[in-house]
């Protein structure tokens, strides 16, 4: 079996989150905390128009997607995180009303947030640009360094 891989449109975030969420089944802590009902038509717009707002504002964020040459079809795919001029700003974790079920959900979820970039933050700012990421759910993973 052949694959291809190329740039997202941002058409395809949809399908490429379709396949992260069914791959862990409901069964990831931290996806379940951050990106709420995931496996539900809501939650997962609620995802998807959370990835591509980031998308829009991060200048440095791209997603590529994997096509299976012989029918065409997306089986998988990444966000990838390019900074070359600046690093990273440090941000709260959000989303549009209705992400979290209450206030105390969405502040478990930043929470957990917080803790997964913890590392992630401090090879952010050790290291010179230009540095690369990708996010790596569910464990962390270290930025590449030229």
């Known amino acids: 079996m052949a694959f291809q891989v190329s740039t997202a449109l941002d058409s395809d975030i949809d399908k490429i989150l379709s396949i992260v969420f069914r791959s862990y089944g409901g069964t990831n802590e931290y996806i379940n905390a951050v990106f709420p009902r995931g496996l539900t038509d809501g939650g ?3 995802s998807v128009e959370r990835m591509l ?3 829009s504002v991060a200048s440095g964020v791209w997603w590529d997607k994997v096509v299976d040459s012989q029918t065409g079809e997306i089986v998988g795919g990444a966000m990838w995180n390019l900074c070359e ?3 990273p700003p440090v941000f709260e974790m959000d989303g549009p009303p209705g992400t979290w079920g209450s206030e105390l ?6 929470a957990l947030q917080r803790s997964f970039v913890e590392d992630e933050s401090k090879l952010w ?3 010179n640009l230009p540095l690369l990421g990708m ?9 590449i360094t030229q």
């Open 44 to 46: 997962h717009r609620i």
């Open 125 to 127: 700012a050790a290291n």
């Open 85 to 87: 001029k600046e690093k």
């Open 135 to 143: 996010p790596d759910l569910p464990r962390s993973h270290a930025p």
């Open 105 to 110: 959900d969405k502040r478990y979820a930043q």
């Open 53 to 55: 707002f980031i998308k």
